[in-house]
């Protein structure tokens, strides 16, 4: 099945800065890649996703690029703040299954502030 | 909004009990998902759902059996629960094919004494 490998395991960033969490996969058939976030205590959240037709996508100050080449994705975060704060998990399909995913291992992300 | 109600938030059970999580969505949604969420290994699919009476293994799916009888309602059974069972369990529905996000619910933290 899919392997998703995701690093790294903890992030600490001062405020302001950019934080790059990367993700690299095993199927050169995926074709959707997508981020979620859960911020402690509560349920993870779909933050932002990319399809395979494309290299980059932006929203505001999270972006995330792709490299089908080298089998790897990551996500990118402008300008963090405090409320950035969170477990970050990236996601793959898995080999030949049209409804399921596998997830990394999840960045712990802290912005000192 | 989509909800994704899980009947516990907290559960402590003895070894050996047999244990119900209830997971409920108000979306029509196809898919059901249950995920076992431990520290430093991410999210691991036990077992998932894409219609009533359908199921399918996922990653980890030893020592857990489902149940979908309804399409909203979607039950994970421990059929005598472990202490290696203790873990935050985390429900989710989705619509259709990988392109659309999951929806998680709140989670259910599981203590097997």
């Known amino acids: 099945g899919e392997n998703v490998e995701q690093h790294p395991s903890t992030l600490s960033v001062q405020e302001g800065d950019s934080a790059v969490i990367k993700c690299t996969y095993s199927?050169?058939?995926?074709?959707?890649f997508p981020w979620y976030k859960q911020e402690l205590g509560k349920r993870p959240q779909l933050i932002i996703d990319?399809?395979?037709?494309?290299g980059e996508k932006k929203d505001q100050r999270i972006a995330v690029t792709l490299n089908k080449t080298a089998k790897h994705f990551s996500l990118h975060i402008t300008e963090t703040q405090p409320e950035d704060s969170a477990v970050y998990f990236c996601?793959?399909?898995?080999?030949?299954?049209?409804?399921?995913?596998?997830f990394g291992s999840g960045t712990q992300l802290t912005v000192l502030p | 909004d989509v909800k994704v109600t899980q009947s516990s938030r907290y559960l402590v059970k003895r070894t050996g009990e047999k244990v119900f999580l209830e997971c409920v969505q108000d979306?029509?949604?196809?898919?059901m998902f249950w995920y076992r969420q431990d520290p430093g290994l991410g999210l691991r699919l036990i077992y998932f759902?894409?219609?009533?009476?359908?199921?399918e293994k996922g990653d980890i799916p030893e020592g857990y059996s489902v149940s979908r009888e309804k399409k909203e309602r979607f039950s994970l059974i421990l059929e005598s629960a472990s202490t290696n069972q203790t873990s935050m369990y985390l429900c989710?529905?989705?619509?259709?094919?990988?392109?659309?996000?999951?929806?998680f619910g709140s989670g259910t933290q599981l203590s097997v004494l």
């Open positions: 996601a793959a399909p898995v080999s030949g299954s049209a409804r399921q995913l596998t």
């Open positions: 989710a529905s989705s619509h259709g094919t990988l392109n659309e996000k999951l929806f």
């Open positions: 759902s894409y219609d009533v009476k359908m199921k």
């Open positions: 979306m029509d949604h196809e898919n």
């Open positions: 199927d050169s058939a995926s074709n959707y």
């Open positions: 990319i399809r395979s037709n494309v």
